[in-house]
Structure formats: structure tokens, C-alpha cells
């Protein structure tokens, strides 16, 4: 039988929410011979990326591993580990990704308190801080530290103090900033923190890293239930990545390979390099698209370094524009989406796709799709 010829697709941009382009290093790790998930090897391979995923998480937390699947596993992870049905939870949303939280942990159970900000804009404070002190019962609150659909940066620091004050779980979604801007795992205490392979850190996407401080830990080992999710039961996947390697499910091994190279990658650049390189990319894309006369609609001190929501000049339809930019360029970007669908397009400079070359390929080839 005639074998079946490889699929090659035209090699494009990844300028978009993500994925974010990967670099060769990362897929010839891929493509490296699969091992057995309990092989001696591999099993050193994972201790090596568990380190290498501490650091990148700043957290000495022993519960550390990354969790087959994308973004949303890491979410249900969280979610189904910590939560357990009754319980109280109060979920802030600033955009799609915050209410998807509330939709898991209503799954899950929960009465779920939801404290929402205006699209484009951060959660406001006090407006969380009460929520808090009205719900002493609530066990946890979640919130999206870096939110894709708008684009908006949701400072940590005095929520944590906040919600450990009250004596109650802090759950973040880091999966859109997790190796473009600091996670302040350790310092602030984060709890329970998932990420996404596919966006900053440069991996293609089907893994979800996912860090528990020991606090969040004692709460999953004292449930009076079973985890709703045999496939997400932290109780039993923390024994895989233990020295005693209890089988639980057959590691993705070779997408574990290709996330300890891309994890390499970052421990070469240094945590602080990586998120100044983003920083400074943004800052150039947003001045870039601010001389060209464009409106970027969240406030330069919340706005995200690894992606802009940009707002369509009257008249220009983003399904044409987007069409055009592929097409004439090559140039991967994001639809808005939620409240910002059909009125922002989303620019991502993630992982190896945030460099200054790139930043002036989409200023030209936006300023001649426009004109
Ligand atoms: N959370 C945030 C902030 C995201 O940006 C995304 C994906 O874009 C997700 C969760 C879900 O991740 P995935 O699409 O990888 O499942």
C-alpha cells in the first residue's frame, strides 16, 4: 500500500492568542523515539522538567507536575481537586476565560459567587473585598491573572493578602502569563495555579502545568469525597510524579519532551529577560499602533504584555481584515471575543513570537491591509 504522504502546511505567523510560534529545538525534541512512561529515562526526564517547572512557577511547592491536555484541563484540575459539591466559592471575571472558571465550578457543585468587571477593564477591588467579607463560609476565590479575551492585567498582590486574611484558597489561571510576566507563586502565596503550554512558554499545546502550595494540598488530601474527575484526581497523579510511580495514565512522553526543551529554553533566557524581552515588545506594538492613529481600548497600566486587543478603525470588518492578513502576509491574529467579538482584533507576542522583527511585520503588513 502506498504510504501516506506527510501533510505539509505553508509555515505561518503565530501572531494570534495562541499557540505561539515553536521553535525547531522544541520539535526536534518531539520527534525524538518514544520511551516507556515508567522507563528510567523518561522518569529522569520528568524530575528534570518538574525542576525546570518550579523555577519557572518561582514555587518551591512539592505538588508541581503538568497535567495532560490544554489550558481547560489545567481549570478542571483546579477545580475538581479543591472544590467539593456545597461549597462555597467566590470567582471574579474579567472576560470569557473568568466565567468559563464559574461555569467548571458550578459543574463541580459549587454555589459559585461571581464578581464581574466591565469588559476591558480589571476586577474592581473593593467590589471583590466585598464579596469576601460577606461570604466568610467561602472556601476559595479564583481569578484569571492574565485574561485573553480583553487583554487585561489583574494585579495580585493585595487580593492575595486579602483572600489569606480570610483564611481562604487562592486559585489563579496563569495560562497567559506564565514565562511572558512574573507569576508570583511563592511570594504572594498562590495556592493553586495552572498555565497552558501553547502560549509564552513556547511548547505547542496539550499540556497544562499546575502548582499546589502545601495548604491547597492539605485541603485535597481531607476531602470527604472522591474527586468528581477519575482522569484529574490529583490524589492519584501526585503518586506518578512521586518516587513511587504509581501508574495512573500513560504520560503524553513525547509532548513531555518537547515541554522540557521549550522549559530550557526559558531557564536560558532567565525568568527576568523573558518578561523585560515581552515587555518591551508590547510597549513598541502599542506605540507602533498608537502613531498609526488605532485605539487600544484597556488602559496602557492594565494592559497585558504577551497580548493586545486592538479596536477595528470604523468601517473595517475584522473577518476581512484577519482574511487579509493571512492571506497577503501570512500573519495569524486573534477574533475578539465576548462583548469584544466583531470590535477588537487580539495581537499576541508570546513566547519566541515576541521579538521586535515581529512587532514591525504586523505594524506593515496592518498598515498596508488598511490602506
Ligand atoms: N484561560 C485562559 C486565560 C486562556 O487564555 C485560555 C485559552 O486561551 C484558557 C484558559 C483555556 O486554555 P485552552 O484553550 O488551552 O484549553
Known amino acids: 500500500m502506498e504510504s501516506r504522504r506527510p501533510r505539509r502546511t505553508r509555515e505561518k505567523l503565530l501572531l494570534g492568542p495562541g499557540p505561539s510560534p515553536v521553535e525547531g529545538r522544541v520539535l526536534r525534541a518531539l520527534a525524538e523515539p518514544t520511551l516507556g512512561h515508567l522507563d528510567g529515562d523518561f522518569v529522569a526526564l520528568m524530575d528534570e522538567t518538574q525542576e525546570l517547572l518550579r523555577k519557572t512557577f518561582q514555587t518551591s511547592n512539592a505538588l508541581t507536575v503538568t497535567m495532560p491536555g490544554t489550558g481547560s484541563a489545567g481549570m478542571e484540575a483546579a477545580c475538581v481537586n479543591v472544590i ?69 492585567l489583574q494585579n495580585l498582590d493585595a487580593i492575595a493578602a486579602k483572600v489569606h486574611e480570610a483564611g481562604m484558597l487562592l486559585l489563579v489561571d496563569a495560562v497567559t502569563s506564565l514565562g511572558g510576566m512574573e507569576v508570583p507563586v511563592d511570594r504572594l502565596g498562590l495556592d493553586i495555579v495552572y498555565s497552558g503550554s501553547q502560549k509564552c512558554l513556547g511548547c505547542p499545546p496539550g499540556l497544562a502545568p499546575l502548582t499546589l502550595s502545601s495548604r491547597a494540598v492539605e485541603v485535597v488530601r481531607s476531602r470527604k469525597t472522591k474527586v468528581q474527575s477519575w482522569y484529574l484526581d490529583l490524589t492519584m497523579i501526585m503518586r506518578y510524579w512521586e518516587q513511587e510511580r504509581f501508574y495512573h495514565h500513560t504520560a503524553p512522553v513525547n509532548m513531555l519532551y518537547a515541554f522540557n526543551e521549550a522549559l530550557r529554553i526559558v531557564d536560558e533566557e532567565g525568568l527576568e529577560s523573558r518578561w523585560a524581552r515581552h515587555r518591551r515588545n508590547a510597549e513598541a506594538l502599542w506605540a507602533g499602533l498608537e502613531a498609526m492613529g488605532l485605539t487600544l481600548p484597556v488602559a496602557k497600566e492594565d494592559r497585558l504584555p504577551s497580548l493586545t486587543c486592538l479596536a477595528l478603525p470604523e468601517g473595517i470588518d475584522d473577518g476581512r481584515l484577519r ?20 470590535r477588537v482584533i487580539r495581537v499576541g507576542l508570546m513566547g519566541s513570537g515576541s521579538t521586535a522583527n515581529n512587532v514591525l511585520l504586523f505594524l506593515s503588513a496592518l498598515a498596508a491591509t488598511l490602506r
Open 84 to 152: 467539593e459539591r456545597g461549597d462555597t466559592v467566590i470567582i471574579g471575571d474579567q472576560g470569557v476565560f473568568g466565567q468559563r472558571m464559574q461555569d467548571v465550578a458550578e459543574r463541580c457543585g459549587a454555589t459559585v459567587i461571581k464578581v464581574s468587571a466591565p469588559f476591558g477593564k480589571t476586577l474592581p477591588e473593593e467590589t471583590l473585598f466585598e464579596a469576601i467579607d460577606s461570604h466568610p463560609e467561602a472556601k476559595l476565590v479564583g481569578l484569571v491573572q492574565a485574561e485573553t479575551s480583553t487583554g487585561v
Open 323 to 342: 482574511r487579509e492578513l493571512m492571506e497577503r502576509h501570512a500573519i495569524e491574529v486573534g477574533s475578539g471575543l465576548g462583548e469584544f467579538r466583531g
